[in-house]
């Protein structure tokens, strides 16, 4: 796979009765910098803590957070005291984006592999299980490029070569972007604008489970962990903890993005709606019901009656709607519509004993008292203007956020007065 630029420069040369144009051609190729698979896997390690210098997904468990940095790995907090949180460890995981955490086990996606780690002793986290190539490569969060041979795309070299030429004046000569190659065959165009370096590489407690925010993609329901793949929502048999087993894969939609369980319910979020699965048999998930909207981006939490969804604008979405929906489920296979809140452009949220938190792009974060689930809006707690929230956990009256400005903590056990706790900021990578 090979991106290509050209500018070019024309100039006459008037030679005798000839006239020839100087062409001057630079080439831009950035060429794919290949790691393989082993390379990656033997690159796994524990670290000493380092700064936080990019946000991704959030999980909780026994008084401990883990923070994942995109495509690097995770950050281990200690969140014993929420004003005071402590980084502990940084486990390097080559392409990790989503983790899942059951009794002393950690789960974490590794480009294509789903890895275990035993952290009963956080100073000593270490591998333990491993799935190979169980992810598949065309939807992955992280939007990479695998070769069979040569292995993951994990880079881009730039390049650039002159070329001079002086062919005649009257050939058609026209400015144009780019191309990409793959293995030498020209497969799309691409115009300099448009053109990213990056495409092909953006880059509970006790022995249950912990809990995940509102936009993971892995979710644990009982001895099964259950993983959004593509168009696929796969159930990983983790009875014995350290020795994942892949078992089935059932097909949903294109589009599913978020996974939120509760009881033995998945709630999956998807671009066109929202699915509820039964799990009381891990490994034959059955669909209850579909609730559909209009296209948009969609992470979804609930509580015993309700479902909150929002809804919002974003390139990947292609959607243009940026809301808060409450759907009724006391009837799983007939969900229904309640009401409809406007919003600026919502992405995480979370909600805990009627408090109902949104992260509202750059409007901020916002805490509601969702009691009364028809006027919401009536009952605005705590509205941090400052804050572009990604995503939130409310637990035990602690509500843990990330975001681009670092990583949010705030005690809304008394939810006239919510209070910041603490704040791990982000800082820029050298």
Known sequence: MLFLTVLLGISVLLEGCSDKCQVTSEYAYYEPVYTTMEEIRADVKLEDPKPVTSLGKIYFKDDILFVNEPGNGIHIIDNHDPANPKALK?????????????????????????????????NAVKEVGRIKNVITTSTNALGFYVDGTRGVVTDMKQTKVINISQPDCDAVIQPWGGMLYDNGVVVSMQTAAAFNTKAAITPGTGSGPGVGGSLARMAINANHLFMLDGADLQSIDITSEQSPVAKTRTNVNWGIETIFPYKDKLFLGSTSGMYIFSVSSPEAPALLSTYEHVRSCDPVVVDDKYAYVTLRSGNSCQGFSN????????????????????????????????????????DGLKAFDATDVTAIDKNLLAHYKDINGYDVIPFDKILMLVGSDGIFQYDYSDKANIKLLSHIDVEPAQ
Do not use: R, W
Request: glycine share 6%; proline share 5%.
């Open 90 to 122: 940084f486990l390097h995981v080559p392409g990790n984006v989503d983790m899942a955490v059951k009794g002393n086990t950690l789960y974490a996606d590794s480009y294509l592999d789903l890895v275990a780690f035993d952290i009963h002793n956080l």
């Open 323 to 362: 809301q808060l929906e409450v759907i009724d489920i006391a009837d799983l296979q007939a969900p229904q519509l309640i009401k409809i809140y406007p919003l600026t452009n919502p992405h995480g949220l979370g909600i805990d004993d009627h408090t109902l938190f949104v992260c509202d792009g750059d």
